[in-house]
C-alpha cells in the first residue's frame, strides 16, 4: 500500500521560512511528476510547483522566485522550500505523485503565515 507522508508545515511570521517534504512508502513504481498544491479555506485546491522526472520545474506565478521544489529519486522524496512567506501563503498543501499507473495525494500540511 502506497502512502504519501507530508512533514514540515506549521506556523510562521511573514517574511520567514519552511520547507516541506513529502516521501511515498510502498512500492509506488516509477514516478513521472512530482508536485505541491494547496487549498485555502473556502478555495479549490490550486497547483503550487511541479517537477518532472528530468528535473524540469514550473511554479505557480504568485510563488515565483519565493519558493523552490526539489525531488529525491532515490527516495521518492520531493521537498518545497518557501521563503519570503506572506499571509496569503495560509493553505493546506499536498503533495502530488504522477505514476504510470495511479497518482497519489498526500494527507495535507497546515502552513499558517502570520502577519
Do not use: H
Not at 507522508?5 to 511528476?33: F, P
Not at 527516495?75 to 512567506?85: A, D, E, G, P, R
Request: overall charge positive.
Amino acid at each position: 500500500q502506497v502512502q504519501l507522508v507530508e512533514s514540515g508545515g506549521g506556523l510562521v511570521q511573514a517574511g520567514g521560512s519552511l520547507r516541506l517534504s513529502c516521501a511515498a512508502s510502498g512500492s509506488i513504481g516509477s514516478i513521472r511528476n512530482m508536485g505541491w498544491y494547496r487549498q485555502a479555506q473556502g478555495t479549490q485546491r490550486d497547483l503550487v510547483a511541479i517537477i518532472t522526472n528530468g528535473g524540469t520545474t514550473n511554479y505557480a506565478d504568485s510563488v515565483k522566485g519565493r519558493f523552490t521544489i526539489s525531488r529525491d529519486g532515490a527516495k521518492n522524496t520531493v521537498y518545497l522550500q518557501m521563503n519570503s512567506l506572506k499571509p496569503e501563503d495560509t493553505a493546506t498543501y499536498y503533495c502530488k505523485f504522477n505514476t504510470w499507473g495511479p497518482d497519489y495525494w498526500g494527507q495535507g500540511t497546515q502552513v499558517t503565515v502570520s502577519s
